[in-house]
């Protein structure tokens, strides 16, 4: 095994070894490691999602557990296919998006001059452009699908990686070490690759989680308005039929609460996971909480006070 | 002014990219769903209908740029094209249908959800760990997870269907008339109080959570100690010294929020069949309107472009530093 593997396995037991210290990110990991349960096993343990199994309409019973849809298929199906495709989507795209975004960020923070006036202005065009709408439109131009929902998603959403990760490179480029690789001759590909991406890793994690939040919700939205394939079983879809049946004015909750109940608890668990990490990584968090400790344990009552982040080399 | 120019300049650019994008979309689009659309559409609509969409598409047989210049043309003169879907009212016509209401909605969710979420902010950082500090923003964070339109599906059917509070739908009642009185205003509270209720909740954490942050690092500053120790009420130094700085991260968000909350309004009108810019868009892609979808993009492109500018100028005025640095 080469050098850097070691380096990422035991990098990944370090992750998780502050993930179990950290009651949030813990929590956040259970309820992700459940969904991912549900979306690559679960479709095996579920009928056929679109065949009418009963009477339209029905509230949750013990045959059909969430009870059925206005077209009479199972809902507790249904929701259970969707996961997968709904999920991947999102996934997909958080990772899509970061890749993009550290792309075009750290080139512009590296190189600085033209190239980064240009790029600059390229995201910040992206971010002050409406997403959704913008998604509409071009959605509605392509063939509706998965693959279309990704790529729109994408092209709507990796402009603030971008800033972000540029204002990040900036930072670094001017380190000793970046002048040092300068100075000992590494081109500019390797210097980006090897020398300032990796001090990166985390905030580009945190990016991923946040993106996919993201993607999830907007995915749903666009879904929603009818920009999804609708012969397909996705969570979105199962909300524009929900909508479309007019499920709300008959009073049949069951056929739009449970997805959004799960949409908002794969987006919590994300959020959870994300502000966990962000306490394992964040020094001026970490340095409270050793505070506090310290004076609850001289028997001291904690106090509102915030230390300043030490140089702690 | 010359930070106003540029602002402004910026603006320009992007009001000029989204205009391209408009432009070039459906030409870019593969030739087979144009013809399509075509063949299902022929002998529903009126030629000047057809002729409308073929401009919209390209199919004409001017040259790319002059095509492109009259595009621009016609959007600088406010002329959007034929809308598919309301034939024959021209796309703007159709839009200014609309427009109020979603501007009434997405407008006074952002500046009531900013308003709470900024102070409770401030409340939660000036009260570490009290209880508005530890329980709230983890019940905010976890309703704003949800998506906008599902809490606004569950907030229909709840205060609307179950206990029928709120109604169940429009912007104003079937028989109230539309002016300006105090019938009139108060059926239109009633019908937008759910609405905007729903997007207030949903959003409320972002800026909790922003303005508690950035007020957690400003009051651990030093002039923030010397207002303290010069014995300052606590309210005047909370609002006047602390605040007024941990606001500025807050007002950067605002502009970019705007956009994100109008396309959380166009779901939410769809839910609660307001007849907002969002209900139109879904009769626009139900019926595979394109223009009226493109003019709806460009119209709340616009209109988040002249926000942004509005929040630039408010920084202008919150920040002295970048007033220096301009003039």
Avoid at chain 1, 261 to 267: K, N, P, R
Avoid at chain 2, 193 to 210: E, F, I, Q, R
Wanted: glycine share 10%; proline share 5%; hydrophobic share 55%.
């Amino acid at each position: 095994m080469s050098a850097s593997g070691v380096a990422t396995s035991s990098g990944i037991a370090v992750w998780w070894g502050a993930i179990r210290r950290d009651r949030k990110a813990l929590a956040g990991s259970v309820i992700l490691a459940i969904f991912l349960v549900i979306a690559i096993a679960g479709p095996w343990f579920v009928g056929d999602p679109t065949a009418p199994v009963g009477i339209p309409l029905q509230p949750p019973s013990a045959d059909h557990w969430l009870g059925t849809t206005g077209q009479g298929q199972d809902v507790l199906a249904q929701l259970v296919v969707g996961t997968r495709v709904s999920l991947a989507i999102g996934f997909a795209v958080g990772f899509a998006v970061v890749l993009i975004g550290a792309l075009v960020g750290v080139t512009a923070g590296y190189f600085g001059g033209r190239i980064d006036g240009f790029l600059s202005l390229l995201f910040n065009v992206f971010l002050v452009l409406p997403g959704l709408p913008l998604a509409i439109v071009i959605a509605a131009y392509l063939p509706s699908g998965p693959l279309t929902l990704g790529l729109v998603l994408t092209v709507t959403g990796w402009a603030w990686n971008a800033r972000v990760l540029r204002s990040q490179t900036l930072s670094q480029r001017r380190r000793d070490f970046v002048a040092a690789a300068i100075v000992s001759g590494e081109s500019s590909p390797r210097i980006i690759v090897r020398e300032i991406l990796p001090t990166m890793t985390s905030l580009m994690v945190a990016q991923m989680i946040g993106s996919t939040v993201y993607a999830i919700g907007a995915q749903v939205g666009l879904e929603f308005l009818g920009l999804g394939d609708v012969s397909g079983v996705t969570w979105g879809t199962n909300l524009y039929w929900a909508q479309n049946d007019s499920a709300l004015l008959t009073g049949a909750w069951w056929t739009f609460a449970p997805t959004g109940l799960c949409v908002a608890l794969v987006g919590f668990g994300l959020t959870m996971l994300n502000s966990g990490f962000d306490e394992i990584t964040n020094p001026r968090l970490v340095l409270e909480r050793a505070w506090r400790a310290h004076l609850i344990r001289r028997g001291r009552g904690a106090t509102r006070s915030t230390p300043v982040v030490m140089d702690r080399g | 002014m010359t930070y106003i120019l540029r602002r402004l300049g910026f603006y320009l650019l992007s009001a000029w990219v989204a205009l391209t994008i408009n432009f070039l979309l459906p030409r870019l689009m593969p030739g087979d769903p144009a013809t399509a659309l075509f063949a299902r559409f022929r002998g529903q609509l009126a030629p000047e209908a057809m002729q409308a969409l073929r401009e919209t598409f390209g199919l004409t047989q001017a040259p790319l740029l002059t095509q492109y210049l009259t595009s621009l043309r016609h959007v600088l003169t406010g002329d959007l094209g034929i809308s598919v879907a309301y034939f024959p009212s021209p796309v703007s016509t159709v839009i200014g249908t609309g427009l109020v209401w979603t501007v009434l909605l997405a407008g006074s969710a952002v500046a009531i959800s900013f308003t709470i979420g900024t102070l409770l902010g401030l409340v939660a950082a000036w009260w570490r760990r009290g209880w508005v500090d530890t329980w709230l923003p983890s019940a905010l964070v976890f309703l704003g997870s949800f998506p906008y339109f599902w809490l606004a599906m569950v907030a229909l059917f709840v205060f609307g269907f179950t206990l029928g509070w709120f109604p169940l739908g429009h912007a104003y009642a079937d028989d109230v008339v539309p002016a300006f009185s105090t019938a009139f205003v108060t059926d239109v509270v009633r019908h937008a109080a759910l609405p905007v209720a729903t997007m207030v909740l949903a959003t409320l954490g972002g800026w909790l959570l922003s303005m508690r942050n950035t007020t957690i690092a400003v009051l651990g500053s030093d002039y923030v100690n010397l207002a303290r120790a010069k014995g300052l009420s606590p309210a005047r130094v909370a609002l006047r010294y602390a605040a007024r700085n941990a606001l500025l991260p807050s007002v950067t968000g605002l502009g970019m929020a705007l956009g994100f909350v109008l396309g959380g309004s166009l779901l939410t009108e769809i839910v609660f069949s307001y007849p907002g810019q969002g209900y139109l868009l879904v009769q626009a892609v139900r019926n595979q309107d394109y223009p009226l979808m493109q003019g709806i993009f460009l119209v709340i492109t616009l209109a988040v472009l002249a926000a942004n500018f509005l929040v630039d100028l408010a920084y202008l005025w919150l920040d002295p530093r970048i007033r220096e640095s301009a003039t």
